[in-house]
């Protein structure tokens, strides 16, 4: 383990604080002129931390769209109406797929046949949520686990080749099971079952669609700079340049193709599979 060395360590992983965020409107954009051919929004100008009040979910992109104001302030009362709109304004995703994300969402609402969900309603374990976050601290270790968590998040990125600009398919599937490994000496009951591999790798992989290259080329990577700042601020990297892309992106079908390249670049010499009800580690499964 290269990053974590001692329970002493482990200790501290709890007090740890995250790094400063970049907590302001300096971006706000009531002086700015947006031109009409680009694919920015007023929102991405816009960015306000969550209050005390305010529902956060554990997927840093539902919160940084609520962050921006595309989704409600208060992560609460997402309806189909507010999510497509908010995700296809933010991201430029198609609208069937961001229809089909909205029907997962809809899974984890307590409710027969509810019409919305709040952000704090994905906390279910084993729902969507899982064990071995890339920035957030596992349930066990942090009930909220919708806050960023710079240990974590560092000791991820630790294993991303330190001059790499482009994070590649290799180099996160790597760093994603090493990561794995070292959150499980850190959480007793740390579990990745075979059923959570994919949706891991399809997580991974929608960071390579709003981050990497433009969807026409064929060359796949994710920009580090602005992964880093989106994690680190559940914002969007719109002040390192970072703009939504032209051509609208095919979410459900591109990020089950880069899911499945994930899979099969899991390296062989570290597990990716834990299920402490066995006791065990497997080696990954090789579909997406
Ligand atoms: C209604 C739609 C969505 C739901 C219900 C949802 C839910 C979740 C949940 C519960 C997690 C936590 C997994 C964990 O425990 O680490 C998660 C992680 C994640 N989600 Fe979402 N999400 C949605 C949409 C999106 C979208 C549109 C993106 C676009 C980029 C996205 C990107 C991510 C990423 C990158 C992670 C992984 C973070 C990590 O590795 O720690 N999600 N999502």
């Not at 992983?13 to 700015?32: G, I």
């Not at 989704?71 to 609460?76: A, D, I, M, V, Y």
């Not at 290799?170 to 760093?175: E, L, N, S």
Request: proline share 7%; glycine share 4%.
């Amino acid at each position: 383990m290269r990053f974590i060395s001692t329970l002493v360590l482990a200790a501290m992983w709890k007090q740890a604080s995250a790094l400063p965020h970049t907590n302001s409107n300096v971006l706000n954009t009531s002086d700015r002129i947006i031109p009409p051919n680009s694919t920015l929004k007023p929102q991405h100008f816009t960015w306000l931390t969550p209050s005390a009040d305010d529902d956060r979910a554990p997927c840093p992109m539902l919160n940084t769209l609520a962050n921006h104001g595309f989704l409600p302030h208060n992560g609460r009362a997402i309806t189909r109406d507010i999510f497509l709109k908010g995700v296809t304004d933010a991201l430029n995703f198609d609208r069937e797929s961001v229809d089909r994300l909205f029907g997962g969402a809809l899974g984890a609402v307590p409710e027969f046949n509810a019409t919305s969900f709040d952000l704090g309603m994905l906390h279910v374990k084993n729902f969507i949520e899982h064990d071995g976050s890339t920035s957030m601290q596992d349930v066990i270790l942090d009930q909220q686990s919708s806050v960023y968590h710079e240990p974590t998040f560092s000791n991820f990125m630790s294993y991303i080749p330190h001059d790499a600009n482009t994070i590649s398919i290799p180099a996160a599937a790597a760093a994603k099971a090493r990561h794995f490994k070292d959150m499980s000496k850190i959480n007793p009951r740390f579990s990745i079952l075979a059923s959570q591999q994919t949706p891991v790798m399809l997580e991974m992989a929608s960071m390579f669609l709003v981050f990497g290259p433009a969807a026409t080329t064929k060359e796949k990577g994710a920009d580090r700079a602005f992964f880093e700042y989106f994690f680190r601020n559940q914002r969007l990297p719109v002040e390192l340049g970072w703009t939504p892309p032209q051509t609208e992106i095919l979410f459900t079908n591109a990020s089950r193709e880069i899911a499945a390249q994930l899979v099969k670049e899991i390296p062989t010499d570290v597990p990716f599979l834990y299920n402490p009800g066995e006791g065990l580690t497997e080696r990954a499964g090789t579909e997406a």
